[in-house]
C-alpha cells in the first residue's frame, strides 16, 4: 500500500545552519505530497504543497521538490531559525486517503 | 474566522465503554477526515466524510464510525473501547474541490484505562 518514511530524529542545529529532512514515499497511482509542521503547544499546520512531479512547494523560506524519479520530497532550509523548533511531518494523498510519516523532531539552538 | 474546532478536549473513559468526539469544520469546508495520532507517531488517517457521506477510510476496525451532519460538522464514534484506543484524536476539515488542503483542528486527547 501506500506510505510514507521520513528522516527519523531528533534532529539538532544551530541557527543559520542549513536544513535537510528527507523524505520518500510509496505510492501506486500519482499522489499529492505535502509537509506538515507541528510547533510545540499546537496543532498540524499545512507548510508546504505539490500537487504533480517536478513541482516545488515553498513557504516561509522552506522548499520541497517532488521528485518521481526517486520518490522523495525532501524538506530544505538555507537558514534555520531558532522559531523553527518544531516536529515536521511528511504526508501523501492519494484517491482520498492520506498518509503520515512519523515526524521529525528539529531542535534549533542559538 | 474560526478555525477547525473540536471538543471535548479531553476525556478519560473506561476499557469497553463507547465514546463520541464532535468536530466543526472551518468555514466555507465541506469536508472532514478524522486521524488517531499515537503518541510520537505521526497522524493515521480513520475516514473522511463527504456530503453526509463516508467517501474513504483506512485501516481502522468497524468499531470506529462516523457521522456528519448537513451543516458539515462531523462525531467519531468509537465503541468497545481498548486500552490501545488511547491517542490524540486529530479532526481536519477541506474544501470539497480541494481536499488535500487539510486544516487540522487541536485535536481531543482519549485515554482509556
Known amino acids: 500500500g501506500d506510505s510514507v518514511t521520513q528522516m527519523e530524529g531528533p534532529v539538532t542545529l544551530s541557527e543559520e545552519a542549513f536544513l535537510t529532512i528527507n523524505c520518500t514515499y510509496t505510492a501506486t497511482g500519482y499522489p499529492s505530497l505535502f509537509w506538515y509542521v507541528q510547533y510545540p503547544g499546537e496543532g498540524l499546520q499545512l507548510l508546504l504543497k505539490a500537487t504533480k512531479a517536478d513541482d516545488k512547494g515553498s513557504n516561509k523560506g522552506f522548499e520541497a521538490t517532488y521528485r518521481k524519479e526517486t520518490t522523495s520530497f525532501h524538506l530544505e532550509k538555507g537558514s534555520v531559525q531558532v522559531s523553527d523548533s518544531a516536529v515536521y511531518f511528511c504526508?501523501?494523498?492519494?484517491?482520498?486517503?492520506?498518509?503520515f510519516g512519523t515526524g521529525t523532531s528539529l531542535t534549533v539552538i542559538p | 474566522d474560526a478555525g477547525v474546532t473540536q471538543s471535548p478536549t479531553h476525556l478519560i473513559k473506561t476499557r469497553g465503554q463507547q465514546v463520541t468526539l464532535r468536530c466543526s469544520p472551518k468555514?466555507?469546508?465541506?469536508?472532514v477526515s478524522w486521524y488517531q495520532q499515537a503518541l510520537g507517531q505521526g497522524p493515521q488517517f480513520i475516514f473522511q466524510y463527504y456530503e453526509e457521506e463516508e467517501r474513504q477510510r483506512g485501516n481502522f476496525p468497524d468499531r470506529f464510525s462516523g457521522h456528519q451532519f448537513p451543516n458539515y460538522s462531523s462525531e467519531l464514534n468509537v465503541n468497545a473501547l481498548l486500552l490501545g484506543d488511547s491517542a490524540l484524536y486529530l479532526c481536519?476539515?477541506?474544501?470539497?474541490?480541494?481536499?488535500?488542503?487539510?486544516?487540522f483542528g487541536p485535536g481531543t486527547r482519549l485515554t482509556v484505562t
Open positions: 481536519a476539515s477541506s474544501p470539497g474541490t480541494r481536499g488535500y488542503e487539510q486544516y
Open positions: 468555514s466555507g469546508h465541506d469536508t
Open positions: 504526508a501523501l494523498s492519494s484517491s482520498n486517503q492520506f498518509y
